[in-house]
């Protein structure tokens, strides 16, 4: 705000949906007044002609300084934006050519670069990883104290107890607080950020073809802290994380400031379109004309209740795209050359997988897709079913709360009680259990006469688990289960930081027709116990989180 460089902007603030040589010469193309670039000694302080002005170290590629309209709004705690937590010593070009300003970062086998375009008030990141020299990939932009206020769930500005390691605090109404808490997947946002006073600082992100994690990832949005804010671009995090790393050029993610709307949705990954980009030179950068769109004309043996999403996944780059809710086509445009595993997800439970290539500038168009009745397991008759198969915990007892909050948040219903089939048996079932919470839950159920004299096949879903936590049943006290074997999860925490993604599983029961009643007056009783050599105490202890239970016919 004009002649305001030292007054923070007050008060409101949301989050929406969501080799360069420096000194090259002017090429003639009329610019913004005022756009260009200078150098200060320690920075480069890049103009954009509009109304912002950043600064780049010289030294090190941090972003030191983001000027908009007069005021600073870079920096809390005495650090700069950058990758990771800084990179540290780097070296740091400029370059102009025509309308655009290009600055490039390289550490080690990492570069990152920063583009200005002429007249807008954005600022336009790539990030190029070779390795794992660098552990994570994330951009962070720190954001002043005061510039904005937030008690969103990824906030910890209100919440002053930590409860858990140091990223989940507790607020003094019992509610909790983490940057972890997004409440979104990657595939529901575009864009993350503020507006206050007129001002809106967003982070649009990339199409994330190098990240990992599959569209329903989720991962650190935006925080705000008692020394102030950050938005962040998340590449690669190892937090519940289920792909391994993927490496190259990722971008371009875009730092966007407005008069306090969201931005614009031109910048949005799937319509955002660099051809301004295409001749900057920059190493694995692939214009539109090297890339690829795969489309499909329908799928067939949808259960409609569910969105499907169909993914392109492969060890390079992966993409995502939703099924029209009417026919199930779809269209994932955008796609590197190469060959994928295309996935056609329910929900989040994968029910079809096939392969696909994709050749630059070509269209790889697939008849309808049939998914087989046996690849959806709701398919499947059942004498009882708790939840439903959709590779989410959606429905269960605290689920919704559970993407935003610590399981002890005030909120949060009890985690014990026992389970009535044909009494609200869903909304009674925890989403989550643990060994040393809420293990050897009951579930009460009546059999037919004609039921009780087969055996029966008694299946748990889960989406993910934590330090090896899986169930094993005991049925009337009379037969109990093996202890399964452990899949393969995420070996990070899940159930406590936002995110029940991890690998679907299916673990199956074959209990015998002894262990049943037999009176079908008398209840059946299941006991579920979590069993895990693993883990620590309380809600650190092993666990899982479960998609569905069902006794099958």
Excluded at 395 to 408: I, V
Excluded at 420 to 448: H, M, Q
Excluded at 470 to 490: E, G, Y
């Amino acid at each position: 705000m004009p002649g305001s460089a030292n007054r923070p902007v007050r008060r409101r603030a949301f989050v929406l949906g969501a080799t360069a040589a420096a000194g090259a010469a002017l090429t003639g193309t009329a610019h913004a007044a005022g756009f260009g670039w200078t150098d200060d000694g320690s920075d480069y302080v890049v103009d954009t002609g509009a109304q912002l002005v950043f600064k780049v170290s010289k030294s090190t590629g941090d972003l030191t300084s983001l000027v908009y309209r007069g005021t600073e709004y870079q920096g809390y705690g005495g650090m700069n934006s950058h990758i990771e937590s800084g990179l540290g010593a780097s070296t740091v070009n400029i370059r102009q050519s025509g309308s655009t300003i290009l600055v490039s970062v390289t550490h080690g086998t990492l570069r990152h670069y920063y583009a200005a375009r002429s007249g807008e008030n954005n600022v336009y990141l790539w990030t190029d990883k070779a390795d794992t020299s660098v552990s994570a990939t994330r951009y962070i932009v720190r954001v002043k104290k005061g510039a904005f206020l937030n008690d969103e769930p990824d906030s910890y500005t209100y919440a002053p107890t930590a409860i858990e390691a140091s990223d989940v605090f507790r607020k003094p109404d019992g509610q909790t607080r983490s940057k972890h808490y997004s409440k979104r997947r990657v595939m529901d946002y575009d864009h993350i950020g503020w507006s206050a006073g007129g001002v809106g600082l967003w982070m649009v992100r990339s199409n994330h073809e190098k990240a990992s994690g599959g569209p329903f990832y989720r991962s650190l949005l935006r925080h705000q802290s008692a020394d102030g804010g950050g938005l962040y671009e998340i590449l690669y995090y190892g937090q519940n994380q289920t792909e391994n790393q993927r490496f190259g050029l990722q971008g371009p993610y875009v730092i966007a400031f407005t008069d306090g709307g969201a931005p614009s949705s031109a910048l949005f990954p799937g319509t955002l379109t660099t051809p301004w980009a295409d001749s900057l030179g920059i190493p694995g950068y692939v214009p539109a004309s090297g890339r690829g769109k795969v489309a499909g004309v329908g799928i067939s043996g949808r259960n409609t209740a569910y969105p499907y999403t169909v993914g392109l996944a492969n060890a390079a780059a992966q993409y995502w795209g939703s099924a029209r809710s009417s026919d199930g086509y779809f269209s994932v445009p955008g796609v590197l050359p190469g060959t994928y595993t295309l996935t056609v997800f329910k929900g989040e439970l994968a029910v079809y997988t096939t392969s696909v290539s994709v050749s630059a500038g070509g269209t790889t168009t697939l008849n309808t897709i049939a998914i087989p009745s046996s690849n959806d397991p709701s398919n499947a008759s059942a004498i009882w079913r708790i939840g439903d198969w959709n590779g989410t915990p959606g429905g269960f007892k605290n689920a919704d709360l559970m993407t935003y909050a610590h399981p002890s948040d005030a909120r949060a219903a009890s985690w014990t009680g026992n389970v009535v089939i044909g009494n609200g048996e869903t909304a009674a079932f925890p989403c989550y259990l643990w060994k040393d919470v809420n293990s050897g839950i009951l579930v009460y159920f009546r059999l037919t006469a004609a039921q009780a004299a087969a055996a029966h096949t008694l299946r748990i879903g889960v989406t993910t688990a934590y330090a090896n936590g899986r169930p094993q049943v005991t049925v009337n006290d009379a037969w109990t289960s093996a202890v399964p074997s452990p899949p393969t999860q995420p070996n990070t925490r899940s159930l406590t930081n936002g995110s029940y993604r991890g690998n679907n599983h299916t673990f199956m029961y074959s209990v015998p027709a002894s262990a049943w009643k037999t009176d079908p007056g008398q209840y059946n009783v299941l006991r579920i116990d979590v069993v895990s050599g693993s883990g620590a105490t309380g809600f650190l202890s092993a666990g899982t989180a479960i998609d569905a239970i069902d006794l099958l016919a």
